[in-house]
């Protein structure tokens, strides 16, 4: 998604928040993407920056990649009508981070590119929450969300599952730990359903859900 291809009304400015203070970033952004799949346990995104000798944003905003600096942004994309915009969807400053800075070579006049990655704050938290421990006689879905308090995870979506086992689980942080899970989850509304995904949205919620359940959301449109 390309700051310069949306309409106007469809973007707020985009904030980046650092230890000198707030700073409003949008004149110099070429481009933005924020990324969600079902198969990605945490929304990531980055947006690039056209700096110059002149201006020196990353010094003077103070601009650094040691998660001192947050981000906020919303953003809509429109309705079937090609014309209403939809609900915005919003970034806090209190939930996403920046983590990392590529800076590009300079050019031209001493013109700068500079990628900035961010994230949702789960993606930092789950880097320190290693672990090791057992259950007995627990679902899938028991155990899931026994683990998930370790992250504060928010609910959207959550399937309970079928069926009970103690397993061990060894030594890594709390998402491989649910990921760990996954192939022996089987959806208690539908036993053949085996297929689960565990993901977060943007909502910054996270989703625990069979495929099966997810097809059956969608909508199936057919010609006359």
């Not at 230890?19 to 409003?24: A, E, M, Q, R």
């Not at 609900?87 to 006049?109: A, H, M, N």
Request: proline fraction near 3%.
């Amino acid at each position: 998604m390309s700051l310069q291809t949306l309409r106007h009304g469809e973007l707020s400015p985009l904030m980046v928040h650092t230890k000198l203070g707030s700073f409003d970033l949008s004149v110099y952004v070429l481009s933005f993407e924020i990324n969600e799949s079902i198969f990605s346990q945490f929304i990531t995104g980055s947006f690039v920056i056209s700096d110059t000798e002149s201006t020196r944003i990353l010094k003077n905003i103070g601009l650094r990649e040691d998660l001192s600096c947050s981000l906020s942004f919303s953003f809509s994309g429109l309705e079937d009508d090609g014309e209403s915009s939809q609900k915005p969807i919003e970034l806090s400053e209190e939930d996403y981070y920046i983590y990392q800075l590529d800076v590009g070579e300079p050019y031209g006049t001493g013109t700068q590119e500079t990628r900035v990655h961010f994230a949702h704050k789960v993606f930092f938290k789950n880097e320190g929450t290693n672990m090791s421990k057992s259950y007995q006689k627990k679902k899938v879905s028991e155990i899931v969300k026994d683990i998930a308090k370790e992250l504060n995870i928010e609910w959207n979506m959550f399937e309970e599952t079928l069926y009970t086992f103690s397993p061990v689980l060894p030594f890594r942080t709390s998402i491989a730990q649910i990921m760990s899970l996954i192939p022996f989850a089987i959806r208690e509304e539908n036993k053949n359903d085996v297929n689960f995904v565990f993901y977060q949205d943007l909502t910054g919620k996270h989703n625990f859900v069979s495929i099966g359940k997810l097809l059956s959301q969608q909508i199936i449109v057919t010609g006359k």
